[in-house]
Nanobody, 119 residues
């Protein structure tokens, strides 16, 4: 069974940094796009950043220049380096991946990790 496991969330002061990780485990052939979303109570989940299998990236305007998405294909892992964090970055962050795994392939989601930025 394929699953995504996230780590790296926590509490940080404004201006600080955190690095999120998300590793895919299980039997899979390859991973296409990977990404990070975030959600706060009462709001829709929003796309923060994506990265293709070839390394092309895309970012939410409000995080450009502060967040960096990267991936290690050998480890089936995607990262989100978050610098210059702001209180408005506080949210539950979810990773997602388009996994190629035969009949078990498709879009998978992590369990979510809380990021809290204090002012």
């Amino acid at each position: 069974q394929v699953q995504l496991v996230e780590s790296g969330g926590g509490l940080v002061q404004a201006g600080g940094s955190l690095r999120l990780s998300c590793a895919a485990s299980g039997t899979l052939f390859s991973i296409n796009a990977m990404g990070w979303y975030r959600q706060t109570p009462g709001k829709q989940r929003e796309l923060v950043a994506t990265i293709t299998s070839s390394g092309s990236t895309n970012y939410l305007d409000s995080v450009k220049g502060r967040f960096t998405i990267s991936r290690d294909n050998a480890k089936n892992t995607v990262y989100l380096q978050m610098n210059s964090l702001k209180p408005e970055d506080t949210a539950v962050y979810y990773c997602t991946a388009e996994i190629v795994a035969g009949i078990r392939g498709g879009e998978y989601w992590g369990q979510g990790t809380q990021v809290t930025v204090s002012s």
